[in-house]
């Protein structure tokens, strides 16, 4: 599987982005698609993630920000980023699980920086 995300740049504070992954390969295999983050000097952390049965999870710092969508049939998923904060800035990667013992799959990430 591999996964290539489109949409980062620069935006100011509460400006908005959307983020969007394409994945290709054997895109059957997926259960779970999600982003991620990662800041200078900071651990990768989850921003949010949706199963193959739509259901959700959030981390708390995007909630109510932060939008995930899925499109199956594309092998999409996407994240639309609302009222940007300068916390946000980081590297966000795309990640998919997939179904069993499978180590997870990754993107290339964009860069999203919130600044004034």
């Known amino acids: 599987v591999q996964l290539v995300e489109s949409g980062g740049g620069l935006v100011q504070p509460g400006g908005s982005l959307r983020l969007s992954c394409a994945a290709s390969g054997e895109i059957f295999s997926i259960n779970v698609m999600g982003w991620y983050r990662q800041a200078p000097g900071k651990q990768r952390e989850l921003v949010a993630f949706?199963?193959?049965?739509?259901?959700?999870n959030y981390a708390d710092s995007v909630k109510g920000r932060f939008t995930i969508s899925r499109d199956n049939a594309k092998s999409t998923v996407s994240l639309q980023m609302n009222s940007l904060k300068p916390g946000d800035t980081a590297i966000y990667y795309c990640?998919?699980?997939?179904?069993?013992?499978?180590?997870?799959?990754w993107g290339q990430g964009t860069q999203v920086t919130v600044s004034s």
């Open positions: 949706m199963t193959s049965g739509n259901t959700t």
């Open positions: 990640n998919a699980v997939p179904w069993g013992d499978a180590d997870d799959y």
